[in-house]
């Protein structure tokens, strides 16, 4: 199968209404030609209708949809030329997964020899070559993923379009398959378009994530920018889990920000939302970036609610004084090293942990 650079996708203003409810809210998104891109969020937010509004599937209320700066957005499915690997894979059951793969083939006309040495490629790309006569019901979830797979890129399809393509494996597979699946990105050089709502698959695989919310694209950006900088309380939360800290914005001084909290002052090195002094300001911190004990620019004391010794690290809840709800990931090097529930413990973090981020 080549590698094509391809065109890019342009989607402008795009709405879709089911009767008064906004299922695709007024989307602009641009899609460089060979980027993984993955729409990432909570059930009902709309990355489905989206990925098939790509499709063809879903006829837009409002907006246009362009490749290469033409619209597509009239164009019947099957004049677009994208792979499509739709949530939950159903394969046909009573074919044969030479005869799945083949079938996109058949239905655009090609003759026989031409149909076999495709099938035989993308059978091989997705290493299947061997089960090429089995049913599906033969297959374990992994290779009927695969199978779908194949049957999606057997036409050289300009993008490829998957929804939650891993969603019905466990997780090693997942994991297994995730891998490969970026690894044939990296081969074939298309564009991929992935839709999640799992922020590891996201993370691992992705160029750039669009997070979605009622209809909404809330922030995109390279999965590290992201995770780094959220721009909003559900960003922080829905990639990566953080606690959040409110205050009132006091005096800034070299660089550090002084924001006033239920328990006292806290020293914030002005990351994320840009804040002046009286403004209420809302504080992401990530688990990770908190230790038990002293030292770092912020030590709060707190009492630990719950902890929990995972082997490699240990989670633990703890609550301060002023009221305030953390969740701590930590390394811990042993089980008895762990703080007992109930215990008194000095919380501390330094101020570039912090992001300030913009209230939902
Ligand atoms: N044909 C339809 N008629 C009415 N409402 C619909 C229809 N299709 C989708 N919706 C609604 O649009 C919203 C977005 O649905 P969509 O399937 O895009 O969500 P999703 O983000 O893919 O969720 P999930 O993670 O559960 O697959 C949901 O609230 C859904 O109920
Ligand atoms: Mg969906």
Partial sequence: MSTAAGR????????KFYGPFKALDDIDLTIAPGEFLTLLGPSGSGKSTLLM????????????????????????????????????????????V??????????RGLDRPLIEAKVAEALALVQLDAL?????????????????LARALVFSPEVLLLDEPMGALDKKLRHDLQIE????????????VNVTHDQEEAMAMSDRIAIMRAGRIVQLG??????????????ADFLGKSNFIAGRVGETTGGTVLVETADGPIRHAARGRPVKTGDEALLALRPQALRLGPGGDNALPARVETAIFLGTHAELTVRTA?????????????ADA???????????WDRTATVAVAED
């Fill in 8 to 15: 890019d996708i342009r989607l402008y203003g795009l709405s």
């Fill in 53 to 96: 509004a790509l499709a063809g599937f879903v006829e837009p209320s409002h907006g246009d949809i362009f490749v290469g700066g033409r619209s597509i957005t009239a164009l019947a499915p099957e004049k677009r030329n994208f792979g499509v690997v739709f949530q939950g894979y159903a394969l046909f059951p009573h074919m044969s």
């Fill in 98 to 107: 030479a005869e799945n793969v083949a079938y996109p083939l058949k239905v």
């Fill in 132 to 148: 090429a006569k089995r049913l599906p019901k033969q297959l374990s979830g992994g290779q009927q993923q695969r199978v779908a």
């Fill in 181 to 192: 699946l970026r690894q044939l990105h990296r081969k074939l050089g298309r564009t991929f």
């Fill in 222 to 235: 390279a999965p590290r920018d992201l995770y780094d900088l959220p721009e909003t309380r559900f960003v």
């Fill in 322 to 334: 002023g009221g305030t709800p953390f969740a701590i990931n930590t390394p811990i090097e042993r």
């Fill in 338 to 348: 762990l703080p007992a529930e109930g215990a008194d413990v000095t919380l501390s």
